[in-house]
């Protein structure tokens, strides 16, 4: 084979062994013989084979997983709580060189800090303050990670299992909870429909006319049973009603 040929071929593998194309969420850190030189942008790039490499960095948001962890409140109480991460890299070189396995050294940081604040507050607080103790951990977190290139966007407590009789006992005082609820609304209710029994007994009272036309409503919707007698032992005049002073 021509030597020239050999050699164009030769030049042509060894120009699209070095090309890389790097898209535009992502960053590519290039070494030469294993030191840093330098990050590569977004776009159609070319890097000498053998002697240069590339490590590529999502610079995007990454969401990890915080493994079920078992703590014990401040009451005293055994729960397993489990929760979720939302970092993302500023600075790709510092991710890269300063710690090895970035997304591991997040996971172990934010198991320990949801141990450690979930540790010191009582089950209540927990159940009722997530976001709080979301920001709490967050504020543990990015404290390394800041030293690492990475901002902690957010970290949220995702699922909480308590113990069943645990779980039974709340259910129990919820439940007592929405019965005394209850029994307060219907005594309310019933001092309401008192009150107004009373006024309308008085108004009642008062006035004879109003007397006669309880009666015939009375009367009208017992009258709406077709298979009920209505019976009068006595009549109407004979009905109590309250006597008025001749005026002067």
């Known amino acids: 084979m021509n030597p020239i040929v050999l050699f164009s071929i030769v030049f042509v593998v060894f120009l699209l062994l070095g090309i890389r194309v790097v898209f535009e969420y992502k960053r590519a850190l290039k070494f030469r ?23 590529v960095v999502d610079i995007r948001v990454i969401t990890i997983n915080i493994v079920s962890q078992e703590v014990m409140t401040e009451d005293n109480v055994p729960c397993s709580i489990d929760g979720v991460v939302f970092f993302k890299i500023n ?12 997304k591991f050294a997040i996971s172990q940081l934010a198991q320990a800090a949801l141990r450690d604040v979930c540790g010191k507050v009582e089950l209540d607080t927990i159940l009722s303050k997530r976001e709080e103790m979301g920001k709490n951990i967050k504020a543990i977190v990015e404290i390394e990670t800041k030293e ?43 001092e309401q429909a008192a009150n107004k029994l009373y006024e309308a007994g008085k108004i009642i009272d008062e006035s004879p006319s109003a007397i006669k036309l309880r009666l015939y409503q009375t009367l009208s919707n017992i009258a709406a049973e077709k298979n009920s007698t209505i019976l009068f032992p006595f009549p109407e005049e004979v009905l109590p009603r309250r006597r008025r002073k001749d005026k002067d």
């Open 33 to 55: 013989f294993g030191k840093y030189v330098k990050t590569l942008q977004p776009g159609f790039r070319w890097i000498i084979p053998v002697v240069e490499t590339i490590q």
């Open 148 to 190: 690492w290139g990475i901002d902690i966007n957010d970290v949220k407590i995702k699922d909480i299992q308590l113990p069943e009789n645990m779980r039974r006992m709340m259910a129990n005082q919820a439940e007592a909870e929405r019965s005394r609820r209850a029994r307060i609304i219907l005594a309310e209710a019933e």
């Open 91 to 102: 600075d790709p070189e510092k991710a890269v060189l300063e710690v090895e396995e970035y």
